[in-house]
Nanobody
Framework: QVELVESGGGSVQAGGSLTLSCLVT?????MGWFRQAPGKEREGVAA??????????DDSVKGRFTISQGKTKNTVYVNLQMSSLKPEDAAIYYC???????????????????WGQGTQVTVSS
């Protein structure tokens, strides 16, 4: 059983920074961050997979967001460092995981069976 718990959301002014964290228990191969703004479809933001050196980013966040992962004794964590935030970055951010490689870039939400509860990011102009 895979469980994901996000933290780190909040409110920030445009140009500011936030770091989101996701603790994952259970086996995973790829982990990603997705976001959903009101009235919009959920979209992939960034993802990272074991044994693949490069991470994947949506064009809208390249150069501003950085995804990273690490392991402790019993859990895996995946962080999303967000900088130069814009009002259009405001959304509920979700951490997601999958246990297999499906396609590249791994930013298709429908390929992820495991999801966290989401954390709100608000960016004021």
């Amino acid at each position: 059983q895979v469980e994901l718990v996000e933290s780190g959301g909040g409110s920030v002014q445009a140009g500011g920074s936030l770091t989101l964290s996701c603790l994952v228990t259970g086996y995973t191969y790829c982990m990603g961050w997705f976001r959903q703004a009101p009235g919009k479809e959920r979209e992939g933001v960034a993802a990272i997979c074991d044994s693949i050196d490069t991470a994947a980013y949506d064009d809208s966040v390249k150069g501003r967001f950085t995804i990273s992962q690490g392991k402790t004794k019993n859990t895996v964590y995946v962080n999303l460092q967000m900088s130069s935030l814009k009002p259009e970055d405001a959304a509920i951010y979700y951490c997601a995981a999958r246990a297999t490689f499906r396609s590249w870039p791994p930013l298709n939400q429908y390929e992820y069976p495991y999801w966290g509860q989401g954390t709100q990011v608000t960016v004021s102009s």
